[in-house]
């Protein structure tokens, strides 16, 4: 008889960890010499955020990162990815760095130096300095010039500490999402398809920027990457058919981000699709955004189901009003998207390593609780997608590790605090945290580095 504890093992170099956001926990928004972001502006336009929360003290995690570390700690989580505030090192996004704000993360690495924790640090998780966004944010090249000189900095800062970086998250989030529609992402605006499009080639110019600053100051162990969230496919059925029409539909859905950083060039059909709105490049952009990277890091939370229509096409499936989710109305539950996104990035855009950076479940959950929250929605996810991605580890696809989102109850953009992702409760009055079942459900994951 097999021994069940060798079920769902996992290599013992596998990585585990959680991941956070600055905007998110931090708090503190206008202290030590922070400036504005897009998200604190944002944040005070009536409508814009559920309940009207703002980010001003969120997890106040600013003021108590020693007893989230500890947490940590405790769970046995070795590995802690988190991300730097812009406008805590430059206020404005420009001139003079902020001593306080450099001081702040050195006081971080140092607390989870103390605990052997190891930070992988993303350089931007949407928080721009709101007086680049007045003039003109990510429509201008002075924001790339200006993220250039930010990155630059935090490297050479803090490079003989972070040896792990990601220079952008999703930043189909912080530029269509938030530029092309007019929400739900920070600062809301609707612009034309040809300034959108400007938009992106801007974005991973700044990506670009990113790895040459790591290049050049993080030292010769350092390893840089970006953190994307594709339009994942699954097929309806795991026949040749199926699965040559999600490839297909995978690749066309996601040649606006990784494929140039991948490939050095923009693919022609993605040129084609855009027509006269085609984004503007100079000479020398696209040796800054095709420089190798280290590894693809992937958030992964949902997929479209595909089948192959008569003719072969790709046919995105249509979802049942009742089909299963979590607490938000986006967050289909898809545990097969863990197998297959990272198998389509592996054959598709031949990613040889790749990280899990963001996967969780967000629920309506009590604002206050008494003892252990029993989340076992939470844990059934974890278990459900953990396992799908052992079996992607099974088939060859080289994922290295894995990060939950995500550590504790916080500021979930446009959804404020009523959408909780946490594996920690937070009483956002009182600030109390309270591990829930999945905490523990986690911990054992990592302790026993196997899906149980």
């Not at 020693?66 to 404005?92: C, Q």
């Not at 955004?289 to 995105?316: H, S």
């Not at 009003?321 to 990035?345: C, I, K």
Request: net charge positive; with cysteine; glycine share 10%.
């Amino acid at each position: 008889m097999k021994n069940p504890r060798n079920a769902f093992l996992f290599p013992k170099s596998f990585v585990w960890g959680v991941a956070t956001a600055a905007t998110q926990i931090e708090g503190a928004a206008f202290e030590g010499g922070k400036g504005e972001s897009i998200w604190d502006r944002y944040a005070r336009t009536p409508g814009k955020i559920a309940c009207g929360d703002t980010p001003d003290v969120a997890c106040d995690h600013y003021h108590r990162y020693e007893e989230d570390f500890a947490l940590l700690e405790k769970m046995g989580v070795r590995n802690y990815r988190m991300s730097i505030a812009w406008p805590r090192i430059f206020p404005t996004g420009e001139g003079a760095p902020n001593a306080r704000g450099i001081e702040f993360y050195h006081r971080l690495f140092d607390s989870l130096e103390r605990r052997n924790i190891t930070p992988w640090v993303t350089m931007f998780h949407w928080d721009l300095p709101q007086a680049l966004e007045d003039q003109g944010g990510w429509r201008t090249r002075g924001t790339v010039n200006a993220f250039a000189r930010y990155a630059e900095l935090i490297v050479r800062e803090y490079g003989a500490r972070v040896k792990n970086w990601i220079t952008l998250n999703e930043a189909v989030c912080f530029t269509v999402n938030a530029y092309a529609n007019g929400g739900p992402k920070a600062p809301g605006v609707k612009e034309t398809p040809r300034i959108v499009n400007q938009i992106c080639h801007h974005a991973i110019l700044c990506h670009g920027h990113g790895v040459r600053a790591v290049r050049k100051w993080g030292g010769k162990d350092a390893r840089v990457g970006l953190a994307e969230a594709l339009h994942g496919a699954v097929p309806l059925t795991e026949t040749k058919r199926d699965i040559e029409a999600a490839q297909a539909w995978f690749h066309a859905e996601n040649l606006r981000f990784l494929d140039p950083i991948v490939r050095g060039s923009y693919a022609p059909a993605y040129l084609r699709a855009c027509g006269k709105d085609r984004p503007r490049c100079r000479r020398g952009d696209f040796s800054l955004i095709g420089q190798k990277i280290d590894f693809v890091g992937l958030n992964i939370y949902t997929a479209t189901f595909i089948r192959a229509g008569e003719d072969g096409r790709a046919m995105p499936m249509p979802w049942p009003a009742d089909y299963p989710r979590a607490g938000l109305p986006w967050l289909r539950l898809v545990p097969q998207a863990m197998y297959w996104t990272p198998r389509f990035t592996h054959e598709v855009f031949g990613v040889k390593t790749i990280y899990v950076t963001e996967n969780g479940c967000g629920h309506r959950e009590p604002a206050t609780v008494t003892g252990e929250l029993p989340d076992l929605h939470r844990c059934e996810f974890m278990r459900s997608y953990l396992r799908e991605l052992h079996r992607a580890l099974q088939d060859g696809v080289p994922v290295r590790g894995y990060f939950h989102w995500s550590l504790m109850d916080n500021f979930e953009w446009s959804d404020g605090y009523g959408a909780r992702f946490g594996l920690v409760h937070v009483d956002f009055h009182s600030q109390r945290r309270t591990p829930k079942l999945s905490a523990r459900y986690y911990a054992t994951v990592v302790t026993e580095n196997r899906v149980p």
